[in-house]
């Protein structure tokens, strides 16, 4: 295990929103569903009798504060058999390495995103290449392709490849049921198209970027889905959702057409971006 280079550690720290390191207690979305991340950035923990998954561990500095929460809720981090990622930026991918070596899970991801991940998050083909920061290289087991259901136990979630924000973007559906409750669960990724300059999504060398990237939006509009929750939490209202669902509104986390606008308005916001490339060819 190479030793995490201590200034890139402290770049991502200055970087980041205190909210990104803020404590903040695990809760359940729903049955198996937990979130057990800091307050500014998710860490989902879908639990079984035979282990369990774990989807994206933020940052570096995160990793202690994820098992405490794993803990928390009574589960024991050595039972969490995978961990999965949304997509390899250092906010949802620095801690995976250490919390991989510390359970013992095994690490899966797409096959654009096990390069950055192996390459501790510097891809070239990644839009924030030179700006976003880098962190410790991740031992990738095994990839998975577009619609390609992972199973732990009887657990099963189906990895949607949402290419745009990185190229291994992964969105997540699954199941899980609260009593004789079941809901769709839908963990989309994020939809961003920020870039470091010079990255033209637009560029005809790669004509396949927004023809992916609106393949990916378009997959997002039409699952199945009753709960959606977003990497950064404010980019899906979760935390205002938990809030009122606390407050009472039993049902406040369930928005069937959350997903559909999620996709409608990352959408928009790709027009306006390839709008402004279109405007100024070298942004
Ligand atoms: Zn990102």
Redesign the pocket.
């Given at each position: 295990m190479p030793a995490f280079p201590v200034a890139v550690l402290a770049a991502a720290l200055i970087a980041a929103p205190p909210s990104w390191t803020a404590a903040q207690a695990p809760y359940r979305i729903h049955g198996n569903a937990w979130q057990v991340g800091s307050a500014g950035l998710s860490a989902i923990l879908v639990t079984s009798d035979a282990g369990h998954v774990l989807i994206d561990v933020p940052l570096a500095a995160n990793v202690e504060r994820v098992e405490a929460n794993v803990r928390a809720l009574g589960f024991r981090v050595e039972d969490i058999r995978m961990i999965l990622n949304t997509?390899a930026?250092f906010?949802?991918a620095g801690g995976i390495a250490a919390l991989a070596r510390r359970s013992g899970a095994q690490v899966r991801s797409s096959t654009a995103s096990a390069r950055a991940l192996r390459s501790g998050g510097d891809d070239p083909d990644d839009p924030?290449h030179g700006s976003?920061d880098r962190y410790a290289p991740v031992a990738v087991a095994s990839t998975f392709g577009d619609g390609e259901v992972v199973r732990v136990g009887t657990l099963a979630l189906t990895a949607h490849l949402t290419p745009g924000?990185?190229p291994g973007s992964t969105s997540w559906s699954w199941r899980s049921c609260e009593r004789s409750r079941c809901l769709d669960l839908v963990y989309a990724d994020?939809l961003t198209a920020i870039s470091d300059d010079g990255y033209l999504y637009s560029d005809p060398a790669h004509p396949q970027r927004v023809a992916d990237f609106r393949r990916g939006l378009a997959m997002i509009a039409k699952l199945p889905c009753d709960i959606l929750v977003t990497p950064h939490p404010e980019a899906s209202g979760l935390d205002e959702r938990i809030e009122r669902r606390d407050a009472g509104e039993a049902d406040a986390l369930v928005d069937r057409s959350a997903c559909r606008r999620y996709a409608r308005e990352a959408g928009e916001r790709l027009d306006q971006r390839l709008a402004r490339e279109h405007a100024a060819p070298h942004p």
């Open positions: 997509h930026h906010d949802h924030q976003a924000h990185t994020s």
